[in-house]
């Protein structure tokens, strides 16, 4: 399973941007896909991840300003995260869990930095 990361940048406070996350599987159908981030210094922290039923779970940092969504077609998924704050300035991975299996996938991250 390969797991690729795109839509980070550079942004100021109060900006929008939409990162995608792609699990190429064959054969299979992912079941959790979850977007973590990591700022510098800083342990790797739940952002928000979502199950192929539509089931999600959102850090309290992030809740009511980023919203997770599934193309399950495409064992896609999509973080729009909007009011970013400098505080949300980290390296933003994704992960995928396939349908009946216990293994955890990760992606190379994307750097999101939010400053003025």
């Known amino acids: 399973v390969q797991v690729v990361e795109s839509g980070g940048g550079s942004v100021q406070p109060g900006a929008s941007l939409r990162l995608s996350c792609v699990a190429s599987?064959?054969?299979?159908?992912?079941?959790?896909m979850g977007w973590y981030r990591q700022a510098p210094g800083k342990q790797r922290e739940l952002v928000a991840t979502s199950t192929r039923f539509g089931i999600t779970n959102y850090a309290d940092a992030v809740k009511g300003r980023f919203t997770i969504s599934r193309d399950n077609a495409k064992n896609t998924v999509y973080l729009q995260m909007n009011s970013l704050k400098p505080e949300d300035t980290a390296v933003y991975y994704c992960?995928?869990?396939?349908?009946?299996?216990?293994?955890?996938?990760w992606g190379q991250g994307t750097q999101v930095t939010v400053s003025s």
């Open positions: 599987v064959s054969g299979l159908s992912i079941h959790l």
């Open positions: 992960n995928a869990r396939p349908v009946s299996s216990s293994n955890l996938y």
